[in-house]
């Protein structure tokens, strides 16, 4: 029985796999950057290798320099190959990778770094090759090719279940890295539409057979130790785990699946079919059922070709050149008159009959020489013919490969097809006819497919009977030795043409040795003849005999060269009838091709009129949606003169923030509009920006119309005008869309303009507020804060000239009152100025961590309200402190009030407020510097309420208060007093009241300067609700009045009785 070497010869084992060390040039054919698959029989050598040197040492020491940082396809097959050599290397091999970890891991994070499409599976596959070292180092016991049986896998569980619970887990991530590898490759091949057959997708499937051994011993793994794990543990505890394994399963049936349908995979590897549904593992009979998926790898019975850019074979000797030495017949004649001196004289007859001998010897030579040639040249047109055979069979296959492509394309447009009009109902009825044309199409690749192998059988026939032939050949050279092993050694070189170029050299030397050998007996025999010269009696005898024989075997040599000749023309017309049979299946395989386009041409015509009707169909979705934007826009202008819409308000900034999306939805309609204009069959932009348009330009004419609600009459009229226009431009767009004649002039021109007149309206009707640019903002806060800094700095200053001041003029208990007054003052700028410094840093660090990317000044103007907040805010506080410094001078000065000192400080605690309120507005709630600006916050009021006491107090102190004696008045008198006090009472109540209608006039008028909304007016200026909805008129009314102030109350008076 002839056994097959690892490189697939027959024969036994060749000293390539036995007696050579692992082959270096292997891992660099197998280990390159070409996009194509590793070859099998390179990574068979450097597995052989593992196994002779029990190791890989030898494979890493050569892995190390290769350069995989600088080319992803690189990197891929090196993870290939190493995945081949954990798999079926040494035992040892696992140990040698296992050093190499780091090198893996770094290789797969460089990659997975980087956008590359083979870097990204490089990275999965790193991450694969490292769990599986590490599982497999991990448990020793089972081996890296998985090959393991359940009894081993009960004892590396063991009983322990927290040991089989672990053992799950660790079986999950390992399975889950082949899965998402395997998917990656896949879709990545569905995305590029790859077609497995071809060299780029053949090289990113090679790796998934691996993947597919891995998988279904996995599989079993976690069946197993599900069940077992459920015989243990209750089953709500294994909830996840059942969970994670029918996701699982439903990963690992699509990926076999789908492999299962590759073309490439039917002719290397046998998957399994796994279970429509996952086991029950919440009942233990359905381990029964449980069947251990198997893969199978079909052996190769065909030993591989030698390619071109393989292993060079060795040159061969052409036996035709090897001739006999034309010096050696001379110089034996030499020798022979040395020794026996030349006969008669120098001159005899034996030595004419020798020279006669050696001229039939040569001519006999030639013939035989001339009869090589011509088997030669027979040869040659022998090989030639096979090989314009081979020519055509290889044309033949990739005219076949072509068709393929061309059905696998077809196939892809198809799929796209259906894809595309899934949504249309009516376009349903043509998907039978295309899956019926896919069909047709499937058997005529099928034809195809049995033309091919008829091909092929031809062929192997063809090799068959010039395999006859050359026996034929050889059987009729059977009458001579020499020409009977030419024959043979020419039948060897025809039937193992493509193989063996060893066998050849070899025969070649043994034809080499046999004609030495035959030369020698030749020189024997002139030796013999010359022997015979030495006894002239017999002389003549040996010479008639010797002729006669060698003439019976010059006719024998021509009779069989006349055979020969028969033969080689018997063949020449064998040849020319198979060249005539190749030419008629070449004719009859060009009709075919021609029935195969003729039917791709009806094909393209029907695939054309399916292009036609969706056209039409997008254009019916066209119009369909321009009337239902019609529709919208209409109910939208209908709410205009709705009077239940008169009851709708809205702001003006709403209104501008909608009239800003209607312009950006009006540039997305313009797009879509020239995209649909350049691909008819392509509305989808179209569509989705007609719909977002229609919604918010309803949308900005309905809050246009609410706006128009509270603006004044002038901005009213032209606010509502614009937004009919706008509907009135968007209707007659809409209506240009929706005819074929007008689409192309469609324009969305119109319509913008007057949605830009609408955000116009909108902002000159948002309230006024300090005319600033945006990108001043930054450097105003900047400037305002450091106003107020300065200007308490300033105030703390003159205060301390006002102390200074006062020690000199005044003494006594104006001394005292002035410099608790001054002392408290100085408390509270501190205070404030704390409060500044504490604030600037609260706003600095809001600043740093909201701008991002952007500067402080983009941020600033991105957030311009807060920073007018904040403006307006540090302002209010430098002005505070300006004007207490001015009241706290006229109170020591004595030419001003005291209240005003109280009223300042009021308004500083108000301002500081407002300051601590903008602050707080975007600062985070866990900040230290927001707690701190809080407790500088209550400091400042501390500080102004001892402001206010300390006035009052010394107020209090300087006031002279007149004593009530009123022991000298009669009752006429007392009563007179008493109605003048009245009197005062009511006008001083007037006052107050008048003041009061002023303090709110004038907070009003504040509020609408600085663009804070009227409403809510009524508490700060603490009039009724009802006052802020009437009409002003020329001269205030006086505001109704709910209470009297605590300043009104009537003063108590001691009973009229006392004074009787």
Not at 831 to 842: M, N, Q, R
Request: glycine share 4%; charged share 30%.
């Amino acid at each position: 029985m002839n056994s097959l070497c690892f490189c697939g010869i027959a024969g036994g084992f060749c000293q390539a796999c036995l007696g050579y060390p692992l082959n270096l040039s292997s891992i660099s054919k197998a280990i390159n950057s070409n996009e194509a698959p590793v070859k099998e029989k390179h990574a068979r050598r450097i597995i052989l290798g593992t196994h002779r040197e029990k190791g890989a040492f030898t494979f890493w020491s050569y892995a190390l320099g290769l350069p995989l940082s600088s080319n992803s396809i690189l990197s891929w097959k090196f993870c290939h190959v190493v995945h081949k050599v954990l798999r079926d290397g040494h035992h040892n091999s696992l140990q040698d990778c296992m050093r190499h970890h780091s090198n893996i891991v770094e290789t797969g994070q460089l990659w997975g770094n980087l956008h590359d499409r083979y870097g990204q599976l490089v990275a999965l596959y790193a991450k694969l090759l490292c769990t599986k070292m590490e599982f497999h180092v991990k448990h020793s016991e089972i081996r890296a090719n998985l090959e393991v049986t359940d009894e081993v896998l009960e004892r590396v569980a063991g009983t322990d279940i927290n040991n089989v619970f672990q053992l799950t887990v660790e079986v999950f991530d390992y399975l889950d890295t082949e899965l998402r590898l395997a998917e990656t490759v896949i879709r990545q091949l569905n995305t590029s539409i790859a077609i497995s057959t071809l060299t780029s997708g053949q090289c990113r499937l090679s790796p998934l057979i691996q993947v597919i051994q891995d998988c279904s011993h996995l599989y079993h793994f976690t069946v197993k130790l599900l069940f077992k794990l459920h015989a243990c543990l209750p089953a709500d505890t294994l909830q996840g785990h059942r969970d994670r394994f029918h996701d699982q399963f439903h990963s690992l049936k699509t990926f076999f699946n789908k492999a299962r349908d590759m073309m490439y995979f039917k002719r290397l590897i046998q998957i399994p079919k796994l279970p429509e549904s996952p086991p029950n593992f919440l009942h233990a009979a359905s381990l029964a059922k449980h069947a251990r998926p198997v893969v199978v790898i079909p052996d190769e019975d065909e030993p591989e070709q030698v390619d071109d850019d393989d292993d060079d074979p060795e040159p061969l000797i052409n036996v035709s050149d090897v001739t006999v030495p034309s010096m050696a017949v001379p110089q034996q004649f030499d020798i022979f008159d040395q020794t026996f001196g030349p006969a008669n004289g120098g001159f005899d007859d034996r030595d004419i009959q020798i020279e006669n001998l050696k001229r039939d010897l040569e001519l006999l030579r030639t013939d035989l020489e001339r009869v090589k040639g011509e088997a030669q040249r027979y040869i040659t047109q022998l090989k030639s013919q096979i090989n314009s055979l081979e020519a055509e069979l290889e044309e033949q296959r990739v005219q076949k490969q072509r068709a393929l492509v061309e059905n696998e394309q077809l196939r892809m447009e198809l799929e796209a097809t259906r894809r595309r009009n899934a949504e249309h109902e009516s376009v349903q009825a043509t998907f039978g006819e295309a899956e019926t044309r896919a069909q047709a199409t499937e058997q005529r690749y099928n034809k195809l497919k049995e033309k091919h192998t008829e091909l092929v059988s031809s062929h192997a026939e063809l090799l068959r009977k010039s395999a006859d032939t050359v026996k034929m050949l050889s059987a009729t050279q059977q009458t001579q030795e020499e020409v009977e092993r030419t024959k043979q050694q020419l039948a060897f070189e025809v039937d193992r043409i493509k193989q063996d170029a060893d066998m050849k050299l070899e025969e070649q030397k043994f034809e080499m040795e046999k004609l030495k050998r035959e030369f020698e007996e030749k020189k024997a025999e002139v030796e013999r003849v010359k022997g015979t010269l030495q006894s002239n009696e017999k002389v003549g005898e040996q010479q008639t005999r010797s002729m006669s024989a060698l003439q019976a075997e010059k006719e024998r040599l021509m009779h069989s060269v006349s055979e020969k000749e028969a033969a080689l023309s018997a063949l020449r017309h064998a040849a020319q009838l198979q060249q005539s049979s190749l030419q008629q299946e070449r004719e009859r395989s060009t009709r075919e091709l021609g029935e195969l386009q003729g039917r791709l041409q009806e094909k393209s015509s029907r695939e054309e009129q399916l292009q036609q009707k969706l056209l039409e169909e997008q254009f019916s979705l066209l119009q369909g949606t321009v009337s239902e934007a019609e529709s919208i826009i209409q109910d939208a202008v209908a709410k205009l003169d709705d009077p239940l819409h008169i009851r709708c308000t809205s702001s003006p900034d709403y209104l501008v923030s909608r009239a800003d999306a209607t312009l950006g939805s009006i540039d997305k309609v313009k797009r879509g509009h020239s995209d649909y204009l350049t691909n008819m069959g392509d509305v989808g932009g179209l569509l989705r920006a007609l719909t977002q348009f229609s919604h918010l330009a309803a949308d900005t004419i309905i809050n246009g119309s609410a706006t128009a609600h509270m603006a004044p009459t002038d901005h009213a009229d032209r606010l509502t005008e614009n937004c009919r226009g706008c509907a009135t431009q968007s209707l007659q767009f809409l209506k240009d869309l929706k005819s074929k004649a007008s689409l192309q002039r469609a324009d969305t021109a119109s319509i913008r303009i007057v949605v830009q007149k609408i955000l116009r309206l909108g902002e000159e009707l948002r309230p006024k507020g300090v005319d600033v640019r945006q990108d001043e903002l930054g450097d105003l806060v900047d400037k305002e804060m450091a106003a107020t800094s300065a200007a308490i700095e300033e105030a703390v200053r003159r205060i301390d000239e006002m102390m200074n001041q006062a020690r000199k003029d005044t003494s006594g208990v104006k001394l005292e009152v002035n410099e608790r007054i001054l002392y408290s003052c100085t408390d509270l700028m501190k205070a404030i100025h704390l409060l500044v410094l504490t604030s600037t840093d609260l706003q600095k660090e809001i600043v740093e961590g909201g701008r991002g990317a952007a500067t402080i000044k983009e941020f600033y103007a991105r957030n311009s309200r807060w920073t007018e907040g904040l403006i307006s805010a540090s302002k209010a506080v430098g002005w505070g402190a300006t004007q207490m410094v001015e009241s706290a001078d006229k109170v020591v000065l004595h030419t001003g009030k005291y209240e005003e000192l109280i009223v300042c400080s009021h308004e500083i605690a108000a301002s500081t407020a407002q300051l601590v309120a903008s602050s707080k507005v975007k600062a985070n709630r866990n900040s230290t510097k927001l707690t701190a600006l809080q407790h500088a916050s209550r400091r400042v009021n501390e500080m102004a309420a001892n402001v206010v006491a300390s006035t009052k107090t010394g107020q209090e102190n300087l006031e002279d208060k007149d004593t009530m004696d009123f022991s000298g008045m009669s009752l006429i008198k007392l009563k007179m007093e008493e109605m003048e006090s009245q009197v005062k009472v009511l006008e001083l109540e007037n006052q107050l009241g008048n003041e009061r209608l002023r303090l709110g006039e004038l907070r009003k008028k504040h509020y609408d300067i600085a663009g804070v909304p009227a409403a809510g007016l009524s508490e700060g200026n603490g009039l009724a609700p009802s006052s802020a909805s009437e009409p002003s008129s020329p001269k205030p009314s006086k505001p109704s009045i709910t209470r009297k102030p605590a300043l009104a109350q009537k003063p108590n008076l001691p009973p009229k009785n006392m004074f009787r």
